[in-house]
């Protein structure tokens, strides 16, 4: 009874989110923002949880830097400008642990900063990746966050059907070499199967799918997918926790849905760069 209530929070929880992600498809066109917007609104609260699970929320000197950098980042459209707000969040960060190095230590400012680095400037790929595609920009930026969440959808079916060989249990116990597999099979077919759907609703306009690029993120991002998962399983592992947060029923927090388009969304964004997902 258990496993049917927590499968039956975790569709209704996904169809949530994949409704959340068609509406801002919806509105690209009248209201682009409201990518960046959904983009700062992930970081944030991904930047919150981690400082969270350290059990420094309280530290105000840290917290509202890492804050208001996670919900800045997002909107800065010039390399200038993220190099500026890179820039003064180091500075202030490193000036708050001299300033209170009597109780802040080094391994929590570290730790914080280099999470609120990899978090927002891995998903602003996304944004990145909605201007590099043109007039399809979207299918770009949807596809480099499906194909994090499809391997992970392939991850837990193929493990809770046929799991019998751990990945590697000191990490993530769940995870399994039977569930990698069906990773892999599922995001291939996924965003070959994308590509010949996108293909068709647009081959009057003369668009052409390169399927060797989707084939590629498929099989390289399912690699990035797992790699992120289990980071963050690790991360969760250090700071004694088994979900960053319950925000999503059944998915646990922001980071436990997110932590595999943070590596996945990157890679996508420097291949498309070589080899364009549309012709």
């Excluded at 920009?137 to 799991?163: H, K, T």
């Excluded at 992120?228 to 004694?240: A, N, P, Q, T, Y």
């Amino acid at each position: 009874m258990k496993v049917i209530v927590k499968m039956r929070e975790r569709v209704v929880s996904a169809m949530t989110l994949v409704l959340f992600l068609a509406a801002i498809v919806v509105f690209n066109r009248i209201f682009p923002p409201a990518l960046n917007m959904a983009v700062a609104l992930v970081s944030v609260l991904g930047v919150y949880e981690i400082i969270l699970a350290l059990g420094l929320a309280r530290n105000l000197v840290l917290l509202i830097p890492s804050l208001l950098f996670a919900v800045a980042f997002p909107f800065l459209e010039t390399a200038l400008a993220r190099g500026i707000a890179y820039f003064a969040y180091t500075v202030v960060i490193f000036g708050a642990l001299i300033f209170n190095h009597a109780v802040i230590t080094f391994r929590e400012v570290g730790v914080i900063y280099s999470m609120c680095l990899l978090i927002p400037t891995a998903l602003e790929t996304l944004v990145r990746l909605r201007e590099l595609g043109g007039p399809h920009g979207m299918f770009y930026a949807l596809i480099g966050i499906f194909s994090a969440w499809i391997s992970d959808v392939g991850g837990y079916l193929a493990g809770s059907l046929f799991g019998r060989h751990k990945l590697c249990p000191s990490i993530s116990p769940k995870k399994t070499v039977e569930g990698v597999a069906g990773s892999f099979a599922l995001n291939i077919a996924s965003m070959l199967l994308f590509g010949f759907v996108f293909q068709a609703i647009y081959y009057a306009e003369g668009v052409r799918v390169s399927y060797l690029s989707l084939f590629l993120i498929g099989l390289f991002g399912t690699v990035l997918s797992i790699l992120g998962d289990l980071s963050f399983s690790l991360i969760k592992r250090s700071c004694h926790i088994k979900d960053f947060s319950e925000i999503i029923p059944g998915h646990g927090g922001i980071l436990d849905r997110f932590d595999s388009v943070i590596f996945e969304a990157p890679f996508v964004y420097l291949l498309v760069q070589f080899l364009p997902i549309i012709k």
